[in-house]
Every structure is written in C-alpha cells, then in structure tokens.
C-alpha cells in the first residue's frame, strides 16, 4: 500500500479543510487508517484513525469536535475534514496505514501542509 495526502493549504482562521489520502498499489482491507500532524517544533501528534473495513473512528481528545475522519471504499480514499480551523493547527498532515494485526503505523504518505492565518 502506497499513500498519497494532499488537500492542504492557506486557510483563515474559522475556516475548514478537507483532507484526502488516496491508497494505491491495493486497498488497504485489513488496515487501519490514521491521521497524524506534526506542528512547527513539535513531536508528531496522533490526530485519528478508522478501521478500513469497519465503521469504527478514534480520535484524539485534543481534536474531539473539529475533526472527522472518513472514508470512501470505492474510491481508497481517506478524509480528514477540519472545521473552525485555529492557527494552532498549522502543521504538516500525514496519513498513515498499519496492519489491523500490527501495532505499529509503517505504511506514510508525504504528508500535507496546512497554515492557519489568524
């Protein structure tokens, strides 16, 4: 599985975004999906996952309420939609995969950049 983020990009403080990763090479069926950001000077911040096969989502408790993490099957597709984005959420947005049996995210897209203006 290849992962490709993209959907980043100047936004306005109260504005939204929607993430999109795309999995190519083979649909990701038995894995999990996860969202992770890393902020300028900070360490990578897990943000949300899904299972690729089920309807589960986990979030953060930090992104409870502004983050919704989705998917399209047919399209190997995952979202990330942000609304009443704070500058504070500036950070480069990673999509990552790991095996439902597997403990370890191994599987990263380039990631994305995201910059709120306030």
């Known amino acids: 599985v290849q992962l490709q983020a993209s959907g980043g990009g100047l936004v306005q403080a109260g504005g939204s975004l929607r993430l999109s990763c795309v999995a190519t090479?083979?649909?990701?069926?038995?894995?999990?999906m996860g969202w992770f950001r890393r902020a300028p000077g900070k360490e990578r911040e897990y943000i949300a996952s899904?299972?690729?096969?089920?309807?589960?989502?986990r979030y953060a408790d930090s992104v409870k309420g502004r983050f919704t993490i989705s998917r399209n099957n047919a399209k190997n597709t995952v979202y990330l939609q942000i609304i009443n984005l704070k500058p504070e959420d500036t950070a480069i947005y990673y999509c990552?995969?790991?095996?439902?049996?597997?403990?370890?995210?191994?599987?990263w897209g380039q990631g994305t950049l995201v910059t709120v203006s306030s």
């Open positions: 990552a995969a790991r095996h439902r049996s597997g403990s370890d995210y191994n599987t």
């Open positions: 090479g083979r649909a990701p069926t038995n894995y999990i």
């Open positions: 899904t299972y690729w096969a089920g309807d589960s989502a």
